[in-house]
């Protein structure tokens, strides 16, 4: 661990000893190894089913989405390219870091949203959208057994409103005014494109072996989730460390307590009880 990341978390370091194990994160057994019990895993109950549920009609809409995503991503980065003027980059660089700020932020808010509330049970969100959460608990590196559709289907999904935004306005809008929008425009690219990548870079923190050397470099730099990082988030009863593009935000949201605060609201506007469905699926038994 790099002293930046020893630093990041600080924290919640105590409780890391109560997480997946470095050698062994599929077992992620009680105190990394201490009693040998496995506590989480593909063989876990609630695990098992949680994984028979992905259906084919939820199949179907990933790679929809997917599909719709790499039609208009192409087009809108083809006009970027062609409207890009190097005189600007010293505004172009400040509105990309932005955008990736903002992408961690809305990984951490969606993260925390679907693992603090709803059930699997609510009808046709539960299944397709709370049910990875609930599983990626129970069975942490299930999704490195994902493939490419399956990781980034929904995140994709989640981009379009952005993408066909941009493409509307490069089909509409006249040089001048694509010149005016163009800090905008990269700054929503910068969005779109690591919003798409959160759930990849995700994955990559759960892997453990077989990493291309590229992306170890971008973890250990934390340009993108460092697995370490990540690992405070998987800490029963994972209540902390929700942002997973790049994590940046981790830390200063932890340090004014911004989940507790937003939960402590809904619980007393609305009675809700916070991770009640999550803790549910994870003391299921056969
Ligand atoms: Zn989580
Ligand atoms: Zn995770």
Redo the contacts with the bound molecule.
């Keep these: 661990m790099t002293d930046r990341h020893s630093e990041m978390a600080k924290p919640v370091a105590k409780k890391v000893t109560d997480c997946m194990s470095e050698d062994d994160p599929n077992a992620n057994v009680d105190g990394c190894g201490a009693t040998n019990k496995a506590r989480w895993g593909p063989n876990h109950a609630g695990a098992k089913e949680l994984k028979n549920l992905y259906s084919t009609g939820k199949r179907v809409q990933e790679l929809i989405c997917v599909a719709i995503y790499l039609v208009l991503i192409a087009y809108d980065l083809f006009q970027m390219v062609y409207h890009f003027q190097s005189s600007k980059i010293m505004t172009i660089l400040p509105s990309i870091v932005f955008g990736i700020i903002v992408a961690d932020f809305a990984s951490g808010l969606v993260?925390w949203g679907a693992?603090t509330w709803g059930s699997v049970e609510m009808p046709i969100f539960g299944a397709s959208f709370i049910r990875p959460?609930r599983e990626?608990?129970i069975d942490p590196t299930s999704i490195t057994r994902h493939d490419v559709i399956e990781v980034n289907g929904d995140n994709c999904m989640a981009t379009l409103p952005g993408l066909i935004w941009l493409a509307y306005k490069y089909m509409t809008q006249n040089p001048e005014q694509i010149q005016e929008n163009y800090n905008y425009d990269c700054f929503l690219m910068a969005l779109v494109f690591f919003v798409t990548l959160t759930n990849q870079f995700h994955k990559w923190s759960h892997t453990y072996f077989g990493l291309p050397k590229w992306v170890t470099f971008l973890q250990d730099w934390n340009l993108i989730l460092p697995r370490q990082h990540h690992r405070i988030?998987h800490v029963s009863p994972?209540e902390s460390y929700?942002c997973i593009t790049t994590g940046w935000l981790n830390y200063p949201l932890e340090a004014i307590s911004f989940w507790r605060g937003f939960e402590y609201l809904i619980e007393k506007s609305t009675g809700a009880k916070p991770r009640s469905d999550d803790m549910k699926w994870a003391v299921k038994q056969e």
């Design positions: 993260h693992d959460f990626h608990h988030h994972h929700y």
